[in-house]
Nanobody, 117 residues
Framework: QVQLVESGGGQVHPGGSLKLSCVAS??????????MRWFRQKPGKERELIAS???????NYMDPTEGRFTASRDDPRNTAYLLLNDLKPEDTGVYLC?????????WGRGTQVTISS
């Protein structure tokens, strides 16, 4: 069983930055085989996909975050990252990571990101 734990959220001013981490445990040396995804859930809204990181490290971004957010993975550390730059109030929400392998999906509990002045 894989457990995912996100961290790095917080409250920042508009224009600020945060770096989120997602650490996987229980995956052993298999982490590199997981597709990693970052999602965001805004208050009262559906969960939305932000970025998907392939097993080879290729990243696909969804609008409208492309160019401001950077997703990456460090397989030896069993960790995925999401760097958030130039944050806007509408980026407020819970950011969650997801790991997928052979149709098995695992979720973290998320980390809260709040942008306010």
């Amino acid at each position: 069983q894989v457990q995912l734990v996100e961290s790095g959220g917080g409250q920042v001013h508009p224009g600020g930055s945060l770096k989120l981490s997602c650490v996987a445990s229980g995956s052993g040396s298999s982490f590199r085989h997981y597709i990693m995804r970052w999602f965001r859930q805004k208050p009262g809204k559906e969960r939305e996909l932000i970025a998907s990181i392939s097993t080879g490290g290729k990243v696909n971004y969804m609008d409208p975050t492309e160019g401001r957010f950077t997703a990456s993975r460090d397989d030896p550390r069993n960790t995925a990252y999401l760097l958030l730059n130039d944050l806007k109030p509408e980026d407020t929400g819970v950011y969650l990571c997801n790991a997928e392998l052979l149709a098995q999906n695992y979720w973290g509990r998320g980390t809260q990101v709040t942008i306010s002045s």
